[in-house]
């Protein structure tokens, strides 16, 4: 019996985890499912974006499916009682700090994406994104008030070797298992950080003789990303790069409704989340797209649970609903059935067989 602790969050998080939920119960493997509160969600339940209740749970699990978190109303609470604290908890308490970001165009959906469909058709490539250290971790931090009585915000950017060395290695291995070729992302002609990690995975390359490495500074990737994205295969970088190149990357799919993910500590135990966040402005209207929901899901049945045949048996299933013109809102184009978030779920079930 499989543990898989179950946070749907705010805004759409629950309608698309409920679908990711009734996939994953389709499919006759034995899982016991357990629901918790997290952000806005925990702090109505228990006062805490992370309760500790739901914290004990996310440990025990083997592994956790989870919506997003975040809405309008709890933008003015304290930074600690604000629902983004429950996922940036969740990734350092669990040690989850390799994040796998694959951004695919399926066939069907190369129309969908505002580049041109030649740029994008066939596109499948892999972020890999630090995701416990960086900026996003790094003390000194906070606002501070100078002897001038001027205030001065203050974050800090600092990587480790060890925690370079680890992201790169989880990189380097899954370029192994796809087309051969990391490019490490850095700005290392500005900044001492990342003139490090591009110093320590440079010299990791000798034990991967086999994948080629490349180095490219972070705006030329954005660029890169958008001019000709099929040049990459596997890219690594750091967790600010990685947030904002993942939803760069996301776009050329067609929409972030598409894009799953999987944070990882050492031992393979993960949390799947999609990449897009609560949307608060289409919450409780039925349309939001539950495919990147679905998807994380399969991730998780591939990385965490050792189910490899019904990883891909789901990955089918959604290409088969999109093969047979199923959309939501965000990737409906003409000649398509516009469906809504239940009507994608039922699909994606129906296609499991
Ligand atoms: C993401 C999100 C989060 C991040 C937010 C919600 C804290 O944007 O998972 O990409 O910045 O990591
Ligand atoms: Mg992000």
């Known amino acids: 019996m499989s543990k898989i602790a179950v946070l749907p969050g705010d805004g759409i998080g629950p309608e698309i985890v409920a679908q990711a939920?009734?996939?994953?119960?389709?499919?006759?493997?034995?899982?016991?499912?357990?629901?918790?509160?997290?952000?806005?969600?925990?702090?109505?339940?228990?006062?805490?974006?992370?309760?500790?209740?739901?914290?004990?749970?996310?440990?025990?699990?083997?592994?956790?499916?989870?919506?997003?978190?975040?809405?309008?109303?709890?933008?003015?609470?304290?930074?600690?009682?604000?629902?983004?604290?429950?996922?940036?908890?969740?990734r350092s308490e669990l040690g989850l700090f390799a994040n796998l970001r694959p951004a695919r165009v399926y066939a069907e959906l190369a129309g969908a994406s505002?580049?041109?469909?030649?740029?994008?058709?066939?596109?499948?490539?892999?972020?890999?994104r630090e995701l416990t250290?960086?900026?996003?971790?790094?003390?000194?931090?906070?606002?501070?008030?100078?002897?001038?009585?001027?205030?001065e915000g203050i974050?800090?950017?600092?990587?480790?070797?060890?925690?370079?060395?680890?992201?790169?290695?989880?990189?380097f291995q899954a370029a192994r298992l796809r087309g051969r070729r990391l490019c490490s992302v850095d700005k290392a002609n500005v900044l001492e950080t990342t003139e490090l990690w591009k110093q320590v995975v440079s010299a990791m390359a000798t034990d991967y003789p086999d994948v080629e490495?490349?180095?490219?500074?972070?705006?030329?990737?954005?660029?890169?990303?958008?001019?000709?994205?099929?040049?990459?295969?596997?890219?690594?970088?750091?967790?600010?790069?990685?947030?904002?190149?993942?939803?760069?990357?996301?776009?050329?799919?067609?929409?972030i409704g598409m894009l799953p993910s999987a944070s990882l500590d050492a031992r393979n135990k993960g949390l799947y989340e999609p990449i897009h966040g609560s949307a608060p402005d289409i919450a409780g209207q039925g349309i939001a797209n539950p495919l990147a929901t679905i998807l994380s899901?399969?991730?998780m049945l591939r990385y965490s649970l050792g189910q490899t045949e019904a990883a891909d048996r789901v990955e089918r299933a959604v290409q088969q609903v999109l093969a047979q013109g199923y959309r939501t809102a965000d990737i409906h184009t003409a000649g398509t059935k516009k469906v809504g978030t239940v009507e994608m779920g039922d699909a994606v079930v129906a296609a499991l067989g």
């Open 21 to 90: 939920r009734r996939v994953l119960a389709r499919l006759g493997l034995p899982f016991e499912f357990e629901e918790a509160p997290v952000g806005g969600a925990g702090v109505d339940a228990a006062d805490d974006p992370l309760p500790e209740q739901t914290l004990g749970l996310a440990q025990a699990a083997d592994a956790i499916l989870f919506g997003a978190v975040g809405d309008w109303k709890y933008d003015s609470l304290p930074r600690a009682k604000r629902p983004e604290q429950a996922i940036l908890r969740l």
């Open 297 to 299: 899901a399969a991730m």
């Open 213 to 255: 490495l490349s180095h490219m500074y972070v705006d030329n990737c954005a660029m890169q990303l958008v001019r000709a994205p099929k040049q990459f295969d596997v890219i690594v970088t750091g967790n600010m790069f990685g947030d904002i190149l993942s939803d760069e990357a996301s776009m050329l799919t067609g929409s």
């Open 133 to 151: 250290g960086d900026i996003y971790f790094g003390e000194p931090r906070g606002i501070a008030t100078r002897p001038d009585g001027e205030r």
């Open 155 to 171: 974050n800090t950017m600092r990587y480790r070797e060890g925690e370079i060395r680890r992201i790169a290695q989880v990189a």
């Open 114 to 128: 505002s580049l041109k469909a030649d740029v994008v058709a066939g596109l499948d490539l892999l972020i890999v």
